[in-house]
């Protein structure tokens, strides 16, 4: 559910739905709780839920922070995984020009289609939350087996060469770290623990009385917002490869493999 609504909206949709329903109903729930029990505009209860509200805001304050910046890491560590087998097929297109036209051609021909299937397979399957090797295993092991074949006949060749297999091996490297961070979401348990804690939360700032209602609307609508906001993030973030704020396969089609999308 929470990747098809990822997929399907964009993420100032997913705010005014997350952010604006949280505060409606904070609002409404402070208003019909006022208007229940009227003895609680005149804040004889202020002391002990300013002391409860401050002791449950401080613990889940913390643990909002502990999962926003976790996810947000994941985030960035993903990054650098697609750049940087972005970056090593890239070495290996430019290295292979070392070599002679037959090996370099069916070089380029593995590279080409792995690059491709990327993009156009793996990409889409990441996004939907079913990542797998797919297409991509036939033409890295197409690769492998070009270098595997083929016997450098120059030390300038051999250098090339040993780099090549090293940046091929990186290639290999890298994409299993993609597909397991494409696996991996936010522990049910950490879930829960944010879901629950905005639920236990916000209705407690509907006790903190205050003589005038804009001003108790106010300072409920304020920490249902954050507390919207800072679930919007989570939920945003849970998933590195689905939403508006998903890791782009652009490094893919740019500097020297830009040359396999214009063929």
Known sequence: MSLWLLNHFSTSTLAVVTVGGTVLLAIAGSVLMRRTYPSLSGGEHNDMVGVTLGM??????????????????????????????????ALITR???????????????????YVHAVVEDQWPRMRAGHPSYGATETHLRAAFQVLQTYDPKSEREQVFYEQTVGHLDDVASQRRARITMARQELPPLLKAL????????????????????????????????????????????????????SVSPAPYREGALAQYWTR
């Open 56 to 89: 449950f805001g401080a613990i889940y304050g913390i643990i909002l922070a502990f999962v926003i910046v976790t996810l947000w890491t994941q985030l960035e560590d993903t990054q650098t995984i697609v750049a940087s087998e972005a970056t090593d097929a």
């Open 95 to 113: 290295d292979a020009a070392a070599f002679p036209a037959t090996v370099r051609d069916r070089l380029d021909s593995a590279m080409s289609g």
């Open 194 to 245: 944010a879901i629950g804690g905005a639920l236990v939360l916000v209705p407690l700032t509907f006790l903190f009385g205050m003589r005038k209602l804009r001003v108790q609307i106010l300072f409920v609508a304020s920490v249902a917002g954050l507390v919207g906001f800072s679930l919007l993030l989570v939920f945003v973030l849970d998933r590195p490869f689905s939403g508006d704020l």
